[in-house]
């Protein structure tokens, strides 16, 4: 690898082309492998510092909106089949009322889940593979949500919240998070197969809005127990 | 985020065209990319669209990831920012941006993932301590931030080839310094 080539692959990697610039640099990194090697090692080496932006939750309809617009081509033969039914189905369903819908609830039942299976689902909130900082418990059956903090920490002069997110729905706040373990009521129709709880730094007291303001700094899925 | 060794698994799911694995991928990695694109383009609606476009090339392209040739994160968080730059350079005359460089690199310090990541950090943080301040600024702001070479010499009002010749010289240095360390 010349010195020049490498420079140039910093260059790229940094991001300092112009609109034109980078298209020639892409293109010609489709042909030399060697260049296409030096780009990775720079991203590789930099990398530590895209990482260390704070995260950001995006909005909870995002999975769904991406989901929507996957190309078919890269998916397996099984996933294409079963999409292409459940459109079909669905189509039926909206055309000729309860029998297609109660076959759209057998038949798809692999994407629609839509009975809520009773049962105990845990979600250990943690940041990023660390230790846990708080383990949540969610009982279906008796209908409550146990909060135990394990090693959550709080930052001065702020609290932490907890937030319970449905899928495709907006975070639902839990209450703050304390010293000692809490028992709370399970929110109204919650899928928890497809839910996480995240905390997130707040003014003391709590989101003065109802909904997250401050940076995640830990979350977890459910998973049945 | 999630065990390195769960996330090349996962990865390779997607490759097959398993959507449960990529939702727990995007479940376990969205709030990153999401954070750092928001740095770099400063405007939610934009930043979504990156976000969607970024997943939807990680489906594309996930037969491509090599393990070998770095951590899972770091895959993603390339395709990423490079979604994002492509954003900003269509469209230059929308950007938003802080004033003043806001401390990306004392940031580095901050707890990571991994252990591995938080040596890695260390070590990046170490050698681009050991660059001059001006050239330091201006990898961080380019990188961090988004800047191209043109609108870091309109920033910081010297000609494009000496901002270039500047970082070239700092990422020498510091190519050095870190293949020395890692």
Redesign the interface.
């Given at each position: 690898m010349s010195?020049d080539r490498?420079?140039r692959a910093?260059?790229y990697?940094?991001?300092?082309?112009?609109?034109a610039g980078?298209a020639a640099f892409a293109r010609e990194i489709e042909r030399d492998p060697t260049l296409r090697a030096a780009v990775?090692e720079w991203?590789?080496?930099?990398?530590?510092?895209?990482?260390?932006?704070?995260?950001?939750?995006?909005?909870p309809d995002?999975?769904a909106?991406?989901?929507a617009?996957?190309?078919v081509?890269?998916?397996?033969g099984e996933?294409?089949a079963l999409r292409r039914a459940v459109r079909r189905w669905r189509g039926i369903a909206a055309a000729s009322g309860a029998i297609a819908a109660a076959l759209v609830l057998f038949a798809g039942e692999r994407i629609w889940r839509e009975a809520q299976p009773p049962g105990v689902y845990v979600a250990a909130i943690n940041?990023?593979?660390?230790a846990p900082a708080l383990i949540v418990r969610v009982d279906i059956g008796a209908g409550r949500v146990i909060v135990r903090p394990v090693a959550a920490e709080t930052p001065a002069g702020k609290s932490l919240e907890l937030w319970y997110i449905d899928d495709g729905a907006a975070p639902r706040s839990m209450g703050l998070v304390g010293a000692g373990a809490e028992s709370l009521p399970l929110p109204g129709g919650t899928r928890p197969e497809k839910a996480?709880f995240a905390v997130t730094v707040e003014p003391p007291g709590g989101s003065p809005t109802g909904g997250p303001t401050g940076p995640?700094i830990y979350?977890g899925?459910l998973i049945r127990e | 985020m999630f065990e390195q060794s769960e996330a090349v698994r996962l990865i390779a799911a997607v490759a097959r065209g398993d959507t449960t694995a990529f939702d727990r991928l995007y479940q376990a990695s969205a709030p990153k990319l999401f954070g750092l694109i928001l740095r770099m383009v400063r405007d939610r609606p934009m930043a979504e669209d990156i976000l969607q476009d970024s997943f939807v090339r990680i489906w594309t392209r996930a037969a491509t990831y090599a393990p070998d040739a770095g951590e899972p994160l770091a895959w993603m968080a390339a395709i990423a920012r490079n979604r994002a730059i492509d954003h900003l350079r269509a469209k230059p005359s929308l950007r938003k941006v802080e004033e003043e460089y806001d401390g990306w690199f004392e940031n580095l310090a901050e707890p990571q993932d991994r252990e591995r990541g938080i040596l890695d950090a260390e070590i990046l943080r170490h050698c681009l301590g050991a660059l001059d301040e001006m050239t330091r600024t201006c990898i961080l702001r380019a990188y961090c931030e988004g800047f191209s070479g043109r609108e870091l010499a309109d920033r910081y009002g010297r000609p494009e080839n000496t901002i270039k010749t500047w970082l070239r010289r700092g990422l020498a240095a510091l190519k050095v310094c870190l293949d020395k360390d890692g």
């Open positions: 010195d490498d420079m910093a260059d990697v940094l991001g300092l082309h112009d609109a980078r990775a991203e590789r080496r930099l990398s530590p510092l895209a990482i260390s932006a704070p995260d950001e939750l995006p909005p995002m999975l909106r991406i989901r617009s996957l190309p081509a890269g998916e397996s996933v294409v940041r990023g593979g660390a996480k995640v979350s899925d | -």
